[in-house]
């Protein structure tokens, strides 16, 4: 599998990460075990397949 590791202003908010959905107020999240992780105000800055990260900014 393909898991993300999410990181908010270069701190690591997040890990094991499968699925992410852009809202109208930020992020939803949600990890291998199905918890439901929201970043409110967050935006996607950057996605990195190779390094498996996700970069997030307010």
């Known amino acids: 599998m393909c898991e993300f590791r999410v990181r908010l202003d270069g701190e690591t908010v997040a890990e ?30 950057r996605v990195d397949m190779d390094e498996h990260v996700v970069e997030l900014e307010r």
């Open 16 to 45: 094991d990460v499968l699925y992410l959905e852009v809202q109208e107020d930020g992020i939803l999240l949600r990890d291998i075990t199905g918890e439901e992780r929201f970043i409110e105000g967050a935006r996607v800055k």
